[in-house]
């Protein structure tokens, strides 16, 4: 299965005259990888980029009935402090995943850590927007890249 898994991991703030720009290259990075058989696409579920991708994948399931889309949440309370309609996106996303998976039942300092390598430990593939050099994007593309993954960044840097 891990050969046919990609897992997504990005920043939460994208500006949003990037969005399209950054929807398009998701898309078309997704087809290129179904086309090479991948069929399972893990989310983390976290606002912006993760938001992005999970959305990018129900999309394409219209095209591509074959995908599948998997939720890896770090804890059950993940929205908790998210607006309502942040929240209401969340919830639309998890009830047409085709599989979700908590990596914790409670948040603790590094529970988010824990779904970041859970993601990456199933995958062969990553998609990633990573723009900044510090951070939980850029420690879990760095532990992509030590874990071997195929990487592809849509921000168009690496």
Known sequence: ??????????HRLIPKNEIPLIHERLKHTIIDLIKKGVIYYGSGGALGFDTLAAQT???????????????????????????????LTYEQIKSKAD????????????????????????????????KHKRGGTF??????KQNNLQIFNVAGKD
């Open 1 to 10: 299965m891990k050969c046919h898994t990609c897992c997504f991991t990005g």
């Open 139 to 144: 420690y879990t593309h760095n532990y992509a």
């Open 99 to 130: 599989k979700i998976v908590f990596t914790s039942q409670e948040y603790y300092d590094g529970c988010m850590l824990k779904r970041n390598r859970h993601l990456v430990d199933n995958s062969s593939y990553c998609i990633c927007y990573l």
């Open 57 to 87: 994948v129900l999309e394409l399931k219209k095209e591509y009935p074959q995908i599948k889309l998997i939720l890896v949440l770090p804890c059950v309370s993940q929205s908790a402090k998210w607006s309502n309609s942040d929240v």
